[in-house]
């Protein structure tokens, strides 16, 4: 069965740098859209940054500038850059994506089980 694996989290200081993954753990025909959430504990998750399959992508205002989202479909594997790292980036950090995985089933959706990213001196 497939699952949705991130990586990459960690404890960073202000003003710096961490890149996140996000790639199935098995075989896998296309993965079409991929989405980064986060959430800290109490509150909402929050939408952060998303990819489509002919690499359009958008950003929450919160982060446009500094996290880039990119993919590379050889791997089937997602990426969040997260650049000029605040505090208020403290979070658990999710991917959600569609994969299809035969050519000839429908996409299904998939969460990953969150990757936790710390900002503080």
């Known amino acids: 069965q497939v699952q949705l694996v991130e990586s990459g989290g960690g404890l960073v200081q202000p003003g710096g740098s961490l890149r996140l993954s996000c790639a199935p753990s098995g075989s896998i025909f296309n993965m079409p859209t991929v989405v980064w959430y986060r959430q800290v504990p109490g509150e909402r998750r929050e939408w952060v940054a998303r990819?489509?399959?002919?690499?359009?992508?958008t950003y929450a205002d919160s982060v446009k500038g500094r996290f880039t989202i990119s993919r590379d479909d050889a791997k089937n594997t997602v990426y969040l850059q997260m650049n000029s790292l605040k505090p208020e980036d403290t979070a658990v950090y999710y991917c959600?994506?569609?994969?299809?995985?035969?050519?000839?089933?429908?996409?299904?959706?998939?969460w990953g089980q969150g990757t936790q990213v710390t900002v503080s001196s």
């Open positions: 959600n994506a569609l994969i299809r995985v035969l050519s000839t089933t429908a996409p299904s959706n998939y």
């Open positions: 990819i489509v399959s002919s690499d359009f992508t």
